[in-house]
């Protein structure tokens, strides 16, 4: 019996001895990291972005294609909508040299706006220009991001930036010549607000389109609450303004005049709101003696030309040509 059972154990041995000396001899080579890298990049074209991550995480860790590689992964997995994994992939190539680094910050500010979280997406494709200035990737996704929530100002400086570089395409010289139409998208707004719900800044893009369409007290409610999260939120402080001096609320008017803050100063709206908003609110000019109504300070075409001007009581009087007779005579 243990002549059989040292028999059966030797047996074994040399089976699997013989299946190891099988698999060295006919196992397919491993592939060079530079090659394994240009199928993860060919999977990407052809947008197996699953096979593409998975193909570039098989790089070695100690290869110089390596940090390359993660980027990939971060990208693949952003585009399959694995926010949570390119994160992870995105800070461990954070840690290769500065272009790597600027790089991953702009990766993970795309997965931090996938998960939603916006305010976090904004740090990281600032952090991003910190490390590489001239980064047209970090002045494209930063302003395309302050653009849809509304930060239409604070946009298109990112939006000049690409201008400069050469790097801006025919959408984004229309939008950075087309300061005033609003990106509202109802859906993109819930979809921020249902993931940081602390956090009212995505509500500024609708506050706009309300400001824009006479829905006063929904915008001045949104940009009242926008002011008091975030009071450095220029953009917001211009169009609680602008809704302000539509408004009858003259008061209300002149105590945002008096709140406002050094940074808002800054905004090149701010002035045309503020002079505007006092000379119609405080100065509260009598009815004109022609319509029987008050006029805006602000010269405007749409009024008819026999308005008088800049809310005068006195109407325009026109001059009256004399005859070629008259004259004459």
């Avoid at 991003?128 to 001239?134: E, S, T, V």
């Avoid at 395409?169 to 109802?186: A, H, K, R, Y």
């Avoid at 009242?224 to 975030?230: E, I, S």
């Avoid at 002035?271 to 119609?280: D, F, H, N, P, S």
Wanted: net charge positive.
């Amino acid at each position: 019996m243990p002549r059989r059972r040292n028999r059966l154990l030797g047996l074994c041995l040399a089976a699997a001895a013989l299946g190891l000396a099988l698999y060295v001899l006919v196992r397919p080579p491993r592939l060079p990291d530079d090659q394994r890298l240009a199928q993860a990049e060919a999977a990407f074209g052809a947008g197996r972005f699953d096979v593409a991550e998975q193909t570039a995480l098989l790089v070695s860790r100690d290869a110089k294609e390596r940090f390359a590689a993660l980027l990939l992964a971060a990208n693949a997995a952003t585009r399959a909508e694995r926010y949570e994994d390119a994160l992870r992939h995105a800070e461990e190539a954070a840690e290769g040299p500065a272009e790597v680094a600027a790089e991953a910050a702009v990766l993970a500010g795309n997965a931090h706006y996938g998960l939603g979280r916006s305010r976090e997406a904004e740090k990281s494709y600032r952090r991003a220009l910190a490390l590489d200035p001239g980064l047209a990737a970090a002045h494209r996704q930063l302003g395309g991001m302050l653009g849809r929530l509304g930060r239409r100002v604070e946009a298109s400086e990112h939006l000049f930036a690409l201008l400069k570089e050469r790097e801006i395409t025919v959408e984004e010289l229309i939008l950075l010549g087309q300061p005033w139409p609003d990106v509202n998208s109802p859906e993109e707004v819930a979809r921020l607000l249902a993931a940081v719900p602390e956090d009212p800044r995505p509500l500024l893009g609708a506050a706009r389109s309300d400001v824009r369409n006479n829905r006063l007290a929904n915008a001045e409610e949104a940009l009242r609450r926008l002011v008091a999260v975030d009071p450095q939120l220029t953009e917001a402080q211009v169009w609680l303004g602008w809704a302000l001096m539509l408004g009858d609320d003259a008061e209300a008017f002149l105590r945002w005049n008096g709140q406002l803050t050094s940074a808002a100063e800054e905004h090149p709206l701010i002035w045309l709101v503020a002079a505007c908003g006092r000379r119609t609110k405080a100065s509260r000019p009598k009815p004109c003696a022609v319509f029987g109504k008050p006029f805006c300070a602000i010269p405007t075409t749409t009024l008819p030309r026999t308005t008088c001007r800049y809310c005068s009581t006195r109407p325009a009087r026109k001059r009256r040509r004399r005859s070629f007779t008259t004259r004459r005579g």
